[in-house]
Each structure stands twice: as C-alpha cells, then as structure tokens.
Nanobody, 123 residues
Framework: QAQLVESGGGLVQSGDSLRLSCAAS????????LGWFRQAPGKERDFVAAITLTGETTYYADSVKGRFTISRDNAKNSVYLQMNSLKPEDTAIYYCAAGRWVVVGTEQGYDYWGQGTQVTVSS
C-alpha cells in the first residue's frame, strides 16, 4: 500500500513561486503515472498536471500551461510541481496522485492520493 504526502504549500503573493513535493512510502512509484490536482474553495477537484511512467511526457491544464512544471525523481520516490507566476485563482488545496493506467485530464485510473497541501496566493 502506497502512502503519498504532499508538502511545500504556503501563503504567497501574486507572481511568486512555490515548489510542491509529494513523497511516497510503502511502494515504489516507478511503475506509476503521476498527477497533480487541485480543489479551490467551493469548487470541484480539477486536473493540473500529469507525467508519464518514464517522465518523458508531461501534460498540463490550459490554466497552468507555461507556468507550472511537473517532474519526478524515481530514486527519491517523489513527484514535484514547480509553480511560477502564481495567481490568486491558483489558490486551492493541491493533491498528488498515482496510477498504473490513467486517463490524462481526469481522475480515472489514479489509485493513490495524498491528503493535500494548501496553496494560498494573495492579490
């Protein structure tokens, strides 16, 4: 059983940067696609980014494309989300997730989820 723990969230100003980390224990993530999702207050959880098993291909929601970068380090059993040029609309709880076969852009196929880390961007 894999456990995912997010970290790196916080309170920042518009235009600032944050780097979120997600560390896994109990199971290696090397055989999993990885994704980041976020849920703003009063909203449903939305797709943010995903990365393939090998890390060779990444996918992003239009709202974060060009600002966010997803990466993985299988040696550290971790996935990261570098967030630049943050905007107030990026305020949300950010979740990492892992799945063997996933449908990019959706939550389908993700077997393991973290508890989330809060990102707040002030205007």
């Amino acid at each position: 059983q894999a456990q995912l723990v997010e970290s790196g969230g916080g309170l920042v100003q518009s235009g600032d940067s944050l780097r979120l980390s997600c560390a896994a224990s109990g199971r290696t993530l090397s055989g999993y696609a990885l994704g980041w999702f976020r849920q703003a207050p009063g909203k449903e959880r939305d797709f943010v980014a995903a990365i393939t098993l090998t890390g060779e291909t990444t996918y992003y929601a239009d709202s974060v494309k060009g600002r966010f970068t997803i990466s993985r380090d299988n040696a550290k059993n971790s996935v990261y989300l570098q967030m630049n040029s943050l905007k107030p609309e990026d305020t949300a709880i950010y979740y990492c997730a892992a799945g063997r076969w996933v449908v990019v852009g959706t939550e389908q196929g993700y077997d393991y989820w973290g508890q989330g880390t809060q990102v707040t961007v002030s205007s």
